[in-house]
């Protein structure tokens, strides 16, 4: 009930405070159904937690989004309200989105849950960034932010920067109070805190080649932690005073308040990544060549175990007037290392701090998921595939290689192809007994027929093959109408 309050909230707001907008609304029907031991991978990975692990899914959802400039003030609002109900979903009836955004110029305030992609990827071509992906829903937050570079003046446009800052709250309690096992810890009421920030050198507008950088960092702390010392019932109230928050803002070591870990290394889950990308972009194609580099806590922030390891790199090419082929990506991945297999806290007696064997989107309290799926890369496999109902990534070091690519044979058919082999060593704690080995592939055709204007079917078509997932074979049918409205109030 909260949640569609939220959702209401959201309508109502944005519907009495405009005089005229523009509203842009959809319904859609999602079907999916296959043979093996689960749903292939790319049927499950990076649809914002819309996939499922189950052979069979269905989803029903609703949608609808405003927008209306003022134009004496320069303020724009813009709304959106999305509701889904399905079948073998996280949850049966769930709001997907529901926020209110005031925008002027490139400046941001949004308020509410809102589906969010991660920097400097295509999203529908690329397995994701390191951080923020996409794979999972979305989180209910606060986040204020440049949503677009904004050149630094005196600089003629070619320095600029963007960047966010969030807070917001982890919604998916009574989830893990249900699908967990018992005697397994979790945390609920868990606070969610993000920031980013970019900078880019180059004028496209004067020479088509740019250059980007930026840190992009997330924290999880607060809520209530359950059988958090291996004692069924026993819990760990975590601290989430207003010190708290400026914490996470910097990040800092605890107080007494915190487990004897954060006073060690830094208060709450904390991980974070630096990525970078270089660009050219003229009036025939767009080549873009991208880095993104993934740190826990302060490990491996910088280069104090030697040169960085933990790496997506990929390419990217746009061809702007060749509709066969618009898009293609490739892209290698690899978090095997994780800064070393040795870890050692400083102590009286050895003063040397080695904060290796990393143990990516882990921690002793929190994980980096959200109904337990990964809220980062989807190559580390999400908690939602554990036989023993707990909530930790059993699979983060991993070695992938990937290719994507789309466009269009013809005006009312488009295509996406995405191809992904990855060998899997489980965690530094729990190796697997032998490498595992996966192929993942789909091919999606898109229709949109010129007599049926708004609608669209896509169908898709994906395989597993190997030892992470197993054999596993789908095919997924969504059919959706989109219509788009001016009103005047």
Known sequence: ???????????????????????????????????????????????????????????????????????????????????????????????????????????????????????LVNHRLSTGSLVESGNARPIPQVRLELCDYWNIPGTNGWLAIKGHLAYGMFTDGKWMQK??????????????HSKEGLMRFGNEEKFPLTAEIGLHMVTQFGGTSYNAADKPGYTIHNPSRIKDYFLALIPLKGDDSYHASDRVNVAGNVLGSWKGAITWNDNEWRLRLYYDHAFEDHSQMFWEYGLWTEQLVGLELNLKNFKWIKSATIEYFNLKNQSG?????????????????????????????????????????????????SLKCQNNRVEAFHLGMEGEAVDWMGYRVLYTRSNNWGTYKTPFKDIKINRSAMVELTFKPQAMRGWSLAASFAIDRGDLYGNNFGSMLTVRRTGIYKISM
């Open 179 to 192: 699908n967990i096992a018992v005697d397994q810890k979790y945390t609920t009421g868990t606070i969610y």
């Open 1 to 119: 009930m909260k949640k569609i309050s939220l959702l209401a909230a959201a309508f109502i707001i944005a519907t009495t405070c405009t005089k005229a907008q523009t509203i842009t609304e959809s319904q859609e029907v999602t079907a999916a159904m296959g043979c093996g031991e689960y749903a292939p991978f790319w049927h499950m990975a990076n649809r914002q937690g819309l996939g499922s692990e189950k052979t069979g899914m269905a989803y029903a959802r609703l949608s609808a989004y405003g927008n209306h400039p003022f134009k004496k003030s320069g303020i724009t609002l813009d709304w959106g309200a999305d509701i889904v109900g399905g079948m073998n979903m996280t949850s049966a009836v769930f709001v997907q989105q529901a926020y209110v955004e005031w925008s002027w110029k490139k400046l941001r305030l949004s308020v509410g849950q809102k589906e969010r992609w991660g920097e």
């Open 341 to 389: 297999p040795v870890y050692h806290d400083s102590n009286s007696i050895f003063p040397d701090q080695i904060s290796c064997t990393d143990n990516n989107y882990n921690h002793g309290r929190y994980g980096w998921f959200n109904y337990g799926i990964m809220i980062a890369t989807p190559l580390c496999t999400s908690p939602i595939y554990n036989k023993d109902n």
